[in-house]
């Protein structure tokens, strides 16, 4: 083997070039060598949503409802609870609580749903619904990066690997973009760059990122990167990394040819006049020319790198605008209602459409629905709500019972409540508390995937059987 300071001055130039390609990352988040895995577009078996509301929503328009003929004002020194359904400005905001009308086959709901959960109610069929999660913080940078990876956070700075990067990181899966991350943070501590997810912040992002470049390289870097490709790798590249600069280069540019070649730009850009695109536009409403970071479109997005085969695991910001320490009730309920709504509608592609392996994408598909905590119970005296501790979260679809609620929220102040973790039950006296590291340990075992992460048991009791 010839020893560094004896490769050749092109040479070096060659290899520093190609190293600096493959540790390239786009938008902040995918290794070059990670962008392409496989070309074959065929859907994940196992597929994972992680949809994150942002700013922390209220728990009483939402997942956790009390009836107001029972907290009325009257009572708010005892309760410290006030659901203010009364309050709305808009009259499609019901003043109570949802109970959804039965389905057919399925029975009665038992889950009860706030009235900003709207059109997403009816598919109590695949839902478990987990209620009084301590949150133990009420930071928003801190809340949501808990959710995000299971572990506490140190201060405000995340401690381990984004669940999503648990995932694929153990599954290995073969489709060309395992993971995608569209405006949220997503995290790796120890799994290769394949596990990486590919961060966009608009759907636009996502549609660039996979078209081909319309700058060239610098002609020198172009040259030596071609003379690279017809040579076989020798000791010179394999000392420079521990994989081996020319050994990569070789599998990465297979790799992107592959995916360019497979045109998954098109995919995403819902603006193009073909059958697919019609469908979906037609299908969530969408706009013929955009803007598609809707959170309709963003909804689409999900679907299609799903559908598609492109993705295995999407984390998505679906809906923002709730940090409402002021404003009215409408304000915060039009806002959660929006993204429960375009959450139904993905519900509702995710059932229409057949998988390859059998059923429909929802018997494949996973989602988990959360924020970073929740609203107090409690109108403050400028008509909002401020942040609380005893948080909520949806689980949908493979892996999980349906028809269930989990756990509780105290009668007074919605404190979080203390239950027995095997079964869900309340146990004021032998009980725990209710933590996001518990759901991210179920949402890793409705998969039989390793939890030991996160160093608690899963919630049994949630786990499809």
């Known amino acids: 083997m010839k020893k560094n300071d004896q490769i050749p001055t092109s040479r070096r130039t060659l290899l520093k070039a190609a190293a600096g390609v493959m540790g390239a990352t786009l938008f902040g988040g995918l290794p070059f060598r990670s962008f392409a895995q496989a070309a074959a577009l065929k859907p994940a078996d196992r597929c994972f949503v992680f949809v994150y509301f942002s700013g922390g929503w ?46 057919p086959g399925v029975g009665p709901s038992n889950i009860t749903f706030g009235p900003a959960v709207s059109d997403l109610a009816r598919h109590y069929d695949v839902m478990s619904v987990v209620r009084g999660i301590n949150m133990t913080t009420l930071a928003h940078e801190e809340g949501m990066r808990y959710f995000i990876t299971g572990k506490r956070p140190i201060g405000a700075a995340a401690r381990g690997s984004s669940t999503a990067t648990e995932i694929v990181g153990q599954l290995l899966p073969t489709v060309p973009i395992p993971s995608i991350a569209y405006g949220v943070e997503s995290y790796n501590d120890r799994y290769p760059g394949s596990a990486n997810a590919l961060r966009v912040s ?158 429909n994408f929802m018997d494949h598909t996973t989602i988990l629905v959360f924020s970073e905590f929740a609203r107090t119970p409690l109108i403050n005296a400028t008509n909002g709500r401020d942040h609380h501790l005893t948080n909520s979260c949806l689980l949908m679809g493979a892996g999980v019972k349906h028809n269930t609620v989990f756990g509780h929220s105290g ?25 996001p590291e518990h759901i991210i340990a179920t949402v890793l075992a409705s998969a039989n995937l390793d939890y030991s992460i996160t160093r608690v048991d899963p919630l049994k009791a949630l786990l499809a059987t």
């Not at 708010?76 to 389905?103: H, K």
């Not at 085969?309 to 999407?314: E, L």
């Open 411 to 435: 009668d007074i102040g919605m404190a979080p409540g203390l239950v027995d973790l095997k079964t869900g039950a309340k146990d004021q006296n032998n009980g725990d508390n209710i933590l």
């Open 58 to 103: 209220d728990q009483l328009l939402a997942f956790d409802p009390r009836d107001p003929e029972v907290f009325t004002p009257e009572r708010v020194a005892e309760t410290r609870i006030l659901p203010g359904y009364n309050l709305f400005t808009d009259a499609s905001f019901q003043d109570s609580p949802i109970i959804p009308d039965a389905l």
């Open 202 to 359: 608009r759907s636009k992002d996502l549609v660039d990122t996979l078209s081909p470049s319309k700058k060239r390289l610098d002609s020198q870097i172009e040259n030596e990167l071609l003379l690279l490709g017809g040579e076989p790798v020798t000791c010179d590249e394999a000392a420079l990394s521990a994989g081996g600069v020319g050994g990569t280069y070789h599998t990465s540019r297979g790799q992107v040819q592959q995916v360019l070649s497979s045109g998954l730009n098109q995919a995403f850009d819902f603006a193009l006049n073909t059958p697919t695109t019609n469908d979906t536009r037609t299908f969530y409403n969408l706009p013929a020319s955009g803007p598609y970071d809707s959170a309709a479109g963003r909804a689409a997005l999900v679907a299609t790198a799903l559908k598609l085969g492109i993705s295995q695991c999407v984390s998505i910001n679906l809906v923002g605008g709730l940090d409402t320490h002021f404003g009215t009730q409408t304000t915060h309920a039009t806002n959660l209602r929006t993204g429960f709504n375009a959450l139904s509608r993905l519900v509702d592609d995710l059932k229409r459409t057949s998988h390859p392996s059998g059923g």
